[in-house]
């Protein structure tokens, strides 16, 4: 359905009002139809589905979609006669109706052009469908069995949360009347009041600072009344007596006019700060939606899947009128939808399991969604087998995660970690359904790209449950202040492994790189200067203020200046111009109207672990984190090969050159870009950009221009060879030179000796 803007449902067309009806009317149904197959004697659920197919054939009718009332005329007739007893609706029959509702959603979507064309192509479906359920109607055997297409996900999805956003009308207790606002006009407003809001904090320091004039005009009254007692005393107290007793009263008038005002000042304060957040909310009320409207098709999905896998499978809703941030909302489908499919596949067995194991025969997943301590918590739960624990270690070390021991070491909430990466999976094999591993990494990365986080718990023989704990909101973000080299920058709260003032006894040295323990764990230490590129550490007297960041397994300690406080920011997005700035991800203001920058964590992780496997961490020193000067080249070698890049950065480290690596020429151009190397060494071949096209950009570039390239490639062709030279590069080898002392030859020739 297209996603359209209107001031109210006035302006919609009659075919996009059907199109609301169709929606509206075919979740009634659904509902209905799901609650007579957990419920066959749920009875009073007929009435509701003979008036929803109805109130189709009606809207049909009047937007000349024959084919659209002859469905919803058939449907209509089949609960008729389900409400006389002359029926039973039973799985099968619902099975059929589900594939009403499908084909009036097609109908309802079906292109403006080529009607017929269209009703040619599906007339024979809707044809049988339509002889199939008059045969169900009248008591006769079916033609067909329709279980096959019922099974097969490839029916129409349902509407997406935008084009519900824009078109379904209120439920009761909402006014009829809705204005209705642009995705983009909403956020825009938001943005303001959460300005509004940060802006209404900048009366409380400088009430502050008003505060600290009163202690001023305190100290100069007592200085007066000191000096009108040295006065008195002296010959000058007839003359100057008079004149200080009157300064004195005016000082005191001051004083006291200064604290009416700070009295006014301060009401002032609270109101502008109660009236701000107050309208920031009411605005953010409005972003929000039900977590019932993103979830519509999650019961029909579920009961399908569990159909075509011979189970019995209840899907329960918990939260459904839990109010949700619009983008996050959004972002949950695909998460959810793995974590559903996963526990119909994974998470609940087949009756005859059940039954085995003293379990119901059907099995029960629970959904729910709730707001806690700051945050939006989704739960997906099932009361299947869960996992056992140790199963999962041996598995771990089977796949060459880990090693025996280190493994024998790992608690259950460390090994239920592993589940989420990339292509990990105890099914041994792959089905449509599951088995790739790719589900679970999809979640993963859906949380962490709103700044969540993820818990999974499990109980051998009662079930799994996973738990992710999301943002309220994606528009203000709650983030610790630190000061690095005179600048404040923003870190996310929610990605913050911990914050502590170090003990500079608990720095420790290891085969040249710095560390400290926490939790049993090492955890190597660098300073927020160098991952950041903003000047030196000034030398610590004190203890290291260290941000922790990172997971269990890539856990690191940045050391800044200062701990500034927490803030609550209002995000701004960055001018898309900028292109993506490495390690940070957006902007905001403090609330004296100062720019700050705000963390990407991830990305800072990604760029400590480059300068770590580089070898370009500096020393760090007890008294101070210092930054070395030592004068050694710098090389960027480019490959999309990891075998090839890491062979060429350890043949050139080991001769005492700094070596960074790149994946592609698209990284490569973003490094030189951004870095100081001596050399480039480039593979031919590679996506995104080739060698002989970072070449050319780089020749091309003023300041890059005389930096020397060696491309490589593994296909010694002459046109080749012709355009490296021809794009300027200064050598071109094929990778068979790795063997010898080629390469390293024409690093010497071009840049000379590592050390100057």
């Known amino acids: 359905m297209k996603n359209h803007n209107f001031d109210d449902l006035s302006n919609l067309s009659m075919l996009e009002l059907f199109q609301v009806e169709v929606e509206n009317q075919t979740e009634v149904i659904t509902n209905g139809l799901l609650t007579l197959e957990r419920d066959p004697n749920a009875l009073s659920q007929l009435e509701a589905l003979m008036r929803a197919a109805h109130s189709l054939k009606g809207a049909a009718r009047i937007v000349n979609l024959d084919l659209a009332v002859h469905v919803a005329h058939t449907m209509e007739d089949c609960f008729v006669a389900a409400q006389q007893g002359r029926i039973q609706l039973r799985q099968p029959e619902i099975d059929l109706l589900f594939q009403g509702i499908d084909l009036l959603m097609q109908i309802a979507q079906r292109p403006d052009q080529n009607v017929d064309a269209w009703e040619a192509e599906h007339g024979g479906r809707i044809k049988d469908f339509l002889a199939e359920l008059a045969a169900v109607t009248a008591g006769k055997p079916r033609p067909t069995p329709a279980t096959t297409e019922v099974a097969n996900t490839s029916s129409p999805a349902a509407p997406t949360p935008e084009t519900t956003t824009s078109l379904v009308p209120q439920r009761a207790g909402v006014p009829d009347r809705v204005l209705r606002l642009t995705a983009e006009n909403l956020n825009r407003l938001l943005g303001l009041a959460g300005e509004s809001l940060v802006e209404s904090r900048w009366l409380r320091p400088f009430a502050d600072s008003l505060l600290r004039l009163k202690r001023m005009q305190a100290d100069v009254a007592q200085a007066m009344e000191d000096m009108r007692d040295s006065v008195a005393a002296s010959q000058l107290a007839a003359e100057l007596g008079d004149q200080i007793a009157e300064l004195t009263e005016r000082v005191a008038e001051c004083r006291q006019f200064l604290s009416d005002r700070l009295v006014d000042l301060d009401m002032f304060d609270r109101r502008s700060a109660n009236l701000s957040h107050r309208l920031y909310l009411e605005v953010l009320q409005c972003r929000m939606r039900p977590f019932g409207e993103g979830i519509q098709a999650f019961p029909r999905m579920v009961r399908d899947l569990a159909r075509s896998l011979g189970k019995e499978v209840r899907l329960e809703i918990a939260g459904e009128n839990t109010h949700v ?134 109980q051998p023989g009662r079930g799994m449950r996973f738990q992710l704990h999301l943002p309220l909101t994606l528009s203000v973000l709650r983030t610790l202040l630190v000061e690095v080299a005179g600048e404040p920058y923003a870190i996310p709260l929610s990605q913050i492994t911990r914050t502590l003032k170090l003990e500079q006894d608990r720095v420790e040295t290891l085969e040249g790189r710095h560390y400290f323990t926490m939790d049993k764990q090492q955890v190597g230490l660098l300073t927020a200067h160098q991952v950041l590129d903003c000047g030196q550490q000034q030398p610590a007297h004190d203890d290291l203020p260290v941000v922790v960041l990172g997971d269990r397994n890539s856990r690191y300690g940045v050391v800044v200046d200062r701990f500034l406080g927490e803030r609550e920011l209002v995000v701004q997005p960055l001018d898309s111009r900028l292109g993506k700035i490495p390690d940070i991800s957006a902007g905001s203001l403090m609330e004296d109207g100062s720019p700050v920058l705000i963390v990407d964590v991830e990305d800072m992780v990604a760029s400590i672990e480059k300068l770590v496997s580089s070898g370009r961490l500096d020393d760090v020193r007890r008294e101070a984190i210092e930054v070395s000067a030592r004068p050694i080249k710098r090389i960027l070698a480019v490959d999309d090969s990891l075998t090839v890049r890491e062979l060429e950065r350890k043949l050139l480290s080991s001769r005492g050159y700094i070596t960074d690596v790149a994946v592609d020429g698209r990284d490569a151009w973003n490094a030189v870009r951004a870095g100081n190397y001596d050399l480039v060494i480039t593979d031919v071949d590679m996506p995104r950009m080739d060698g002989i096209e970072l070449a050319t950009l780089m020749k091309q570039d003023a300041r890059l221009k005389s930096v020397p390239v060696v491309i490589v490639s593994y296909k010694d062709r002459e046109e080749d060879r012709l355009r490296g030279l021809e794009a300027g590069a200064d050598y071109y080898l094929t990778k068979g030179s790795f063997h010898d002392e080629t390469l390293l030859q024409a690093v010497l020739d071009l840049i000379g000796e590592a050390d100057t």
């Open 325 to 458: 941030d619009r983008d996050i909302l959004d972002k949950l489908e695909a998460p959810l939808t793995h974590l559903l499919r996963n526990a119909v596949d994974h998470g609940c067995e087949t009756p005859e399991e059940r039954r085995r194991t003293g379990k119901p025969p059907a099995g029960t997943i629970h959904l729910e969604a709730r707001h806690r301590a700051g945050m939006l918590m989704i739960t997906v739960s099932d009361d299947g087998p869960g996992i056992d624990p140790e199963l999962l270690r041996e598995t771990i070390v089977q796949k060459r995660l880990i090693n025996q021991s280190t493994a024998a070491k790992l608690s259950e909430t460390e090994l239920l970690e592993f589940l989420l990466l990339p292509g990990f999976t105890m099914r041994q094999t792959v089905t449509e359904i599951s088995g790739r591993g790719i589900g679970l990494d999809i979640v993963h990365n859906m949380v962490k790209a709103v700044r969540g986080s993820i818990r999974i718990a499990t």
